[in-house]
């Protein structure tokens, strides 16, 4: 069986029409409060689902919130977790 000829491949050229790329600013780190406040909110979801557990039912504003609480102390916990996301 006969063998097949090797192609030569013209070599890349990138095009010349093209704009040069703007270096993009970097970003300043996260002021200490919005540590603080990122920390304070999953602490404060945490210690509002334990003292859930351990008198929810003596503290006037859970008792009335009920399985509320639930939802309260993990939409604090997510609140700082999300704000992790924008942490430099």
């Known amino acids: 069986m006969p063998k097949s ?3 030569k491949k013209a070599v ?3 095009p010349t029409d093209r704009r040069t790329p703007v ?3 970097a970003a ?3 002021h200490p409060i919005y540590v603080a406040v990122m920390l304070a909110m999953m602490l404060l979801g945490l ?3 334990v003292v859930n557990y351990i008198a929810g039912t003596s503290v006037p504003i859970m008792k009335d919130l009920g399985a509320w609480n ?3 102390g993990f939409a ?3 609140v700082g977790l ?3 996301m924008r942490w430099r």
């Open 28 to 30: 300043a780190p996260s």
């Open 76 to 78: 604090l916990m997510i």
């Open 47 to 49: 210690a509002w689902l």
């Open 82 to 84: 999300l704000m992790t």
């Open 23 to 25: 270096k993009a600013k």
């Open 70 to 72: 639930f939802a309260v």
């Open 12 to 14: 890349y050229t990138p």
């Open 5 to 7: 000829k090797v192609r």
